[in-house]
């Protein structure tokens, strides 16, 4: 069974521009979040989406967004990027029938540099 | 206030040996679940244990263990027989509401393990 997929693996941006992460997640995983991981901040959630729809957000301002599409892939976009937004992107899927133990899968991660 | 807080930023332990990662709480739901993750220097986060708020006995999975003590809201993380391979990030985590949360984890600040040979 393939893990979950994150591509880019690296990316490297221009302060100002804006970037499009991918997450795919495991097969009949419904449940894909985001986490933003940097030195300073540690790793912070930014959202989850659950069949196509945002079911939970973090403490992010609006320029980070998201989306999920019907075969549960989803993207986050980063518009007018900053400095601090350098950082590496998790995704996580999990089925989440709604039983507490369930795990969280994560992928290997996007490492956005902005210069 | 931190959720979640690790306060060992970095640890070595001899291979072999059995090591303590520490690791306590903050909430007032009762009803949450407790994970430990290990990310290597690749990145990729591995999980290890989970540990529910109502379970009555200690999670296990092979040589990881969790000493759960609910009333001091921590919940440590014990490796036995420490092995190179094991040198790594390691995150403490927590869901809360169990079963509102969604997907949704806190982490804390992670402790980094080295392994001695």
């Known amino acids: 069974k393939a893990g979950v997929t994150q591509t880019p693996r690296y990316l490297i941006k221009t302060r100002g521009q804006q970037v499009t992460l991918s997450c795919s997640p495991i097969?009949?995983?419904?449940?894909v979040s985001w986490y933003q991981q940097t030195p300073g901040q540690g790793l912070q959630f930014l959202f989850e989406y659950f069949s196509e729809t945002q079911r939970n957000k973090g403490n992010f301002p609006g320029r980070f967004s998201g989306r999920q599409f019907s075969n549960s892939r989803s993207e986050m976009n980063v518009s007018t990027l900053e400095l601090g937004d350098s950082a590496l992107y998790l995704c996580?899927?999990?089925?989440?029938?709604?039983?507490?133990?369930?795990?969280?899968?994560f992928g290997q991660g996007t490492r956005l540099t902005v210069v | 206030a931190q959720k979640i807080t690790q306060t060992q930023p970095g640890m070595f332990v001899q291979e072999k040996e059995a090591v303590t990662l520490d690791c306590t709480y903050d909430?007032?739901?009762?009803?949450?679940?407790l994970f430990w993750y290990k990310q290597p220097s690749s990145g990729e986060m591995i999980f290890l244990i989970y540990q529910g708020s109502y379970d009555q006995q200690n999670a296990t999975e092979g040589r990881y263990s969790l000493n759960f003590q609910k009333a001091r809201k921590s919940a440590n993380l014990v490796i036995s027989a420490s092995q190179l391979g094991d040198s790594a990030m390691y995150f403490c985590?927590?869901?809360?509401?169990?079963?509102?949360?969604?997907?949704?984890?806190?982490f804390g600040g992670g402790t980094r393990l080295m392994v001695k040979p």
């Open positions: 097969s009949g995983h419904r449940s």
């Open positions: 996580a899927s999990s089925p989440w029938t709604g039983g507490g133990n369930t795990e969280a899968f």
């Open positions: 909430t007032s739901d009762p009803s949450y679940g």
């Open positions: 985590a927590m869901r809360e509401p169990l079963n509102n949360a969604g997907n949704m984890l806190t």
